[in-house]
């Protein structure tokens, strides 16, 4: 490494914060840009070596997040310079058959609108500052959305800065569907969830010398016991026992051994249960 990439490892080594870059850890350091110099005090600046982040890159800084606003012209072969702004919120968009949250800088024509603070000049209208990537280009016109307390529909999108789209959004109608609390627009259907389902088979650990006992395969689906068929194979190890299948999910074994053990396995719909059971004597 030469001299400029020595110092300003040393310098991210002193003044240096770890962050995710796009989900992956980084060491950076940032410079605030003096109070009043821009508006709103948004504007942060974020220093790393080369190659590391891109413009429309998403910062996680200790759970704040920030959007890479613009990438500085090259300053030399070892760090970049960039300019971050603060997200204004994650907003929720239906994105294929998932809900996607997008972090976004939301403006209303002028100025930024903060989070539960809408109060835009232009009202009725917002402007979505995204990242450019592949979820963000499947938002469409006509495409809904829920924030601030209230329904928007997409009616255009531009690429005018490299790594960001501009989404341009109108009120619209609220559905008796749209979830406003959570942000959820009424064109989102949740995936219906996948049953739970478990195996056992049901029986004591033990059989003394001239029992029977009864085995019962259990297949549960959601907590319920459903009716189940199962393949029953008992490896008796060179043991006096019989295995006999009563029904579907139920089998019978007899054993003439005061001691060893058994296995028995079960089958249903492709998982193998296993259960290793004792011989034992009379007393």
Known sequence: MNTLGNKFNEHLKNKGEIVTIDGVENTVFFMTSPTGAT??????????????????????????????????????????????????????????????????????????????SYTGFFDGKLELLVPRNSDTTQIIENDRFICFGNAWLVVGTTEVNRGYLNIYAEKTQVNEDDNIIDEIPSTYTPPVPEPTETYSIDGVAEIKTGQTVTYTGTKTVDGSV????????????????????????????????????????GVCDGETVVKEIALKGLW
């Open 39 to 116: 508006q709103l005090n948004e504007f942060i600046y974020l220093f790393a070596f080369k190659g590391v982040c891109e413009q429309g890159s998403l910062i996680n800084r200790n759970g704040t997040y920030y959007l890479v606003y613009h990438k500085e012209p090259e300053i030399n072969e070892v760090y970049e310079k960039f300019l971050l702004r603060d997200i204004t919120k994650f907003t929720n968009f239906v994105i294929g058959d998932e809900l996607k949250e997008i972090p976004s800088i939301i403006f209303d024509g002028s100025q930024t609108v903060r989070e539960n």
């Open 226 to 265: 459903v009716a189940s068929v199962w393949v029953f194979t008992l490896e008796d190890n060179g043991n006096d026992v019989q295995l006999v299948v009563v029904d579907d999910n139920t089998c019978d074994i007899t054993s003439n051994e005061s001691s060893g053990t058994v296995v028995l396995s």
